[in-house]
């Protein structure tokens, strides 16, 4: 199965892995890269150095091409930019912002620019700014989340624009990835699945709590204070929710989040820490390497497209 997205970016399989913030780290990413899509190192709100250090572990365990998923919220966006255009990985893309400012410096470094977007305006302006892919995220995924599903975003993103359409959140197996493709993609981000990935280097528990969840385990907390996020219920989220009832102050909701990612990833706390996940987690029932993740998205389509011609006769 081979899609502009493929030409664009120079890969085997239309499929990117998602950034997920001290979740794909240069390991993961190779090793999607090596299965035959391109993995994203995610910056998440490292300083600079460690994403260059990163990036270099990348080049050392793949000769694909790899890509940066820079978070625009990050206190270091600027040097992390810097360092991307001095390490020329193949393709950056970004999140929760607007990265147009940056856009001209990364292609003028032959850098591939793939905004992720939750919004028809945001990626027509992201066209116009340069891009060379636009990721349309539903708000099935994991981490901070816009409001439209896959399912509405997708096709009117691929309405919008003329550029390769990835669509992402909530495509947990093949049938998801034929639907993507049927709504007007070009290729397929996946993120939740890699968590549970041999090469994924999170901690087991919040692999097992990935394996674990059931179909409304991945809730929202935020939607308060503006700016929503998607993680596995527990602790954390319950203790959000009550606070974020309570009225209090967006300070204090805030400070409750810090260091949330670290607990889980690291230390493996399930119970206080932020295990950011998207709904496909549901689907997600075991521990594999990559490269039969992304097989398995591909593997068979045509008898699911062979069915559904069966079905409309
Ligand atoms: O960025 C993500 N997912 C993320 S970022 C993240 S780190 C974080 N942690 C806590 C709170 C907030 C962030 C965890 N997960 N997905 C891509 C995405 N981007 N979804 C939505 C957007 C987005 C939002 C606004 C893209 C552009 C945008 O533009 C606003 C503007 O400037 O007009």
């Given at each position: 199965?081979?899609?502009?997205?493929?030409?664009?970016?120079g890969?085997?399989?239309?499929?990117?892995?998602?950034?997920m913030?001290?979740?794909?780290t240069?390991?993961?990413?190779?090793?999607?890269?090596?299965?035959g899509?391109?993995g994203?190192?995610?910056a998440g709100?490292a300083?600079?150095?460690?994403?260059?250090?990163?990036?270099?572990?990348?080049?050392?365990?793949?000769?694909k091409?790899?890509?940066?998923?820079?978070?625009?919220?990050?206190?270091?966006?600027?040097e992390?930019?810097q360092?991307?255009?001095?390490?020329?990985?193949a393709?950056?893309?970004?999140?929760?912002?607007?990265?147009?400012?940056?856009?001209?410096?990364?292609?003028?470094?032959?850098?591939?620019?793939?905004?992720v977007?939750?919004?028809?305006?945001?990626?027509?302006?992201?066209?116009k700014?340069g891009?060379d892919?636009?990721?349309?995220?539903?708000?099935?995924?994991g981490?901070?989340?816009?409001?439209?599903t896959?399912?509405?975003?997708?096709?009117?993103?691929?309405d919008?624009v003329a550029?390769?359409v990835?669509?992402?959140?909530?495509?947990a197996?093949k049938?998801?990835?034929?639907?993507?493709?049927?709504?007007?993609?070009?290729?397929i981000?996946?993120?939740t699945?890699?968590?549970?990935?041999?090469?994924?280097?999170?901690?087991?528990n919040?692999?097992?709590?990935?394996?674990?969840?059931?179909?409304?385990?991945a809730?929202?907390?935020?939607?308060?204070?503006?700016a929503?996020v998607?993680?596995?219920?527990?602790?954390l989220?319950?203790?959000?929710?009550?606070?974020?009832?309570?009225?209090?102050s967006?300070e204090?909701?805030?400070?409750?989040?810090i260091?949330?990612?670290?607990?889980?990833?690291?230390?493996?706390d399930?119970?206080t820490g932020?295990?950011m996940?998207?709904?496909?987690?549901?689907?997600?029932?075991?521990?594999?390497?990559?490269?039969d993740?992304?097989?398995?998205?591909?593997?068979?389509?045509?008898?699911?497209?062979?069915n559904?011609?069966?079905?409309?006769?």
């Amino acid at each position: 199965m081979k899609t502009r997205l493929c030409e664009t970016l120079g890969i085997e399989y239309p499929i990117i892995q998602g950034g997920m913030a001290w979740v794909a780290t240069a390991e993961l990413a190779a090793a999607v890269s090596n299965g035959g899509g391109i993995g994203l190192i995610a910056a998440g709100s490292a300083p600079a150095d460690v994403v260059r250090a990163q990036i270099k572990k990348a080049k050392e365990l793949t000769d694909k091409p790899f890509g940066v998923n820079v978070m625009m919220m990050s206190p270091f966006v600027d040097e992390v930019m810097q360092v991307i255009i001095e390490e020329k990985p193949a393709a950056v893309a970004t999140g929760a912002g607007n990265p147009a400012k940056y856009i001209p410096a990364l292609k003028e470094a032959g850098i591939k620019v793939m905004p992720v977007i939750a919004s028809v305006a945001m990626a027509v302006k992201m066209e116009k700014s340069g891009a060379d892919v636009i990721i349309a995220e539903g708000t099935e995924a994991g981490g901070h989340i816009g409001e439209l599903t896959t399912m509405v975003l997708v096709p009117q993103v691929a309405d919008a624009v003329a550029l390769p359409v990835v669509a992402a959140g909530g495509i947990a197996d093949k049938r998801g990835a034929v639907a993507a493709f049927a709504l007007g993609a070009d290729g397929i981000q996946v993120g939740t699945r890699f968590i549970c990935s041999t090469e994924c280097i999170a901690h087991d528990n919040y692999k097992q709590a990935v394996i674990k969840a059931k179909d409304r385990d991945a809730v929202v907390t935020g939607r308060t204070t503006g700016a929503p996020v998607r993680a596995l219920k527990n602790k954390l989220t319950r203790e959000y929710d009550r606070l974020e009832k309570s009225g209090a102050s967006f300070e204090e909701i805030e400070q409750l989040g810090i260091g949330g990612l670290r607990r889980a990833f690291e230390e493996g706390d399930v119970q206080t820490g932020s295990l950011m996940a998207g709904q496909s987690a549901a689907m997600v029932t075991k521990i594999e390497p990559c490269a039969d993740i992304i097989r398995s998205y591909f593997d068979g389509t045509e008898e699911i497209i062979e069915n559904i011609k069966n079905q409309l006769k």
